[in-house]
């Protein structure tokens, strides 16, 4: 997995289950009890979305060296049963596209003129694509925890908060999450690290909630249509 597109797809569905987290802004302050009725009063508001949509730019930093990457990604729920649908679009450094409709992850690299198939459900990430179809709860697999001094500078606005989430078991792919939301509770920033030191940074922009038509056959279509050219070497995992 040395491939950034195809790590990033590891990590950046916490993007999903933080989003569920974003009314802790004072996460210090509340009690247990109250943390837990944020937490399962913004559940419920995200068990009632049926799309979400937002640009990105990506840094991963291992040692000296640092990747990026940018592109565009879209969550959509074609009805309140289906386990949804999360497509990431990279248009840099590489065109690569990376679906993942519940049952099965799929990978297009346009270089490569390569397509790579897997299982969704034997993905360890899947727990946290779980908490975006809203069958599981944040706080059973998540502390959270103040925020490291490596990541309290706010370069984003005074308006930002800080939320570190660390898994309670070990995860093969996480360590330990840092989250900036704003004002309006709107995730702008994440910073993933994995058990080797390595940083993935996600900044957001053009974020979207709901703009695509509900219940719609062809929106769910759409994105899971990959439109393959001829020669593309299919490999099933």
């Not at 995200?46 to 565009?72: E, N, P």
């Not at 059973?140 to 800080?162: P, V, W, Y």
Request: proline letters at 4%; aromatic letters at 10%; charged letters at 25%.
């Amino acid at each position: 997995m040395s491939n950034p597109a195809f790590r990033t797809f590891f990590l950046a569905p916490l993007l999903i289950f933080i989003l569920l987290a974003a009314d802790l802004r004072d996460t210090c302050a509340a009690s247990e009890t109250e943390l837990r009725q944020q937490v399962e009063k913004t559940q419920q508001l995200y068990r009632s979305l049926t799309s979400f949509s937002f640009d990105f730019r990506q840094t991963t930093s291992s040692g000296a060296r640092d990747r990026h990457g940018a592109g565009s990604s879209i969550f959509y729920r074609l009805e309140a049963s289906h386990p949804g649908i999360m497509r990431w679009n990279y248009a840099a450094p590489d065109v690569q596209i990376i679906v993942n409709d519940g049952k099965k992850l799929s990978m297009y690299t346009q270089k490569d003129k390569q397509l790579i198939v897997s299982s969704a459900a034997e993905l360890e990430s899947d727990i946290t694509y779980s908490f975006f179809a809203g069958n599981r709860n944040l706080l059973d697999d998540f502390s959270l925890k103040a925020a490291d001094n490596r990541f309290t500078a706010n370069s984003l606005g005074s308006d930002m908060q800080i939320v570190q989430l660390v898994p309670k078991k070990p995860h093969g792919q996480i360590k330990a999450v840092h989250c900036w939301f704003d004002s309006k509770s709107m995730i702008r920033k994440l910073v993933m690290e994995d058990h080797f030191d390595t940083l993935t940074e996600l900044e957001f922009s053009n974020i979207k909630f709901n703009a695509l038509p509900a219940g719609s056959a062809k929106v769910a279509e759409e994105l899971v249509r990959l439109n393959l050219p001829p020669g593309t070497e299919v490999v099933r995992q």
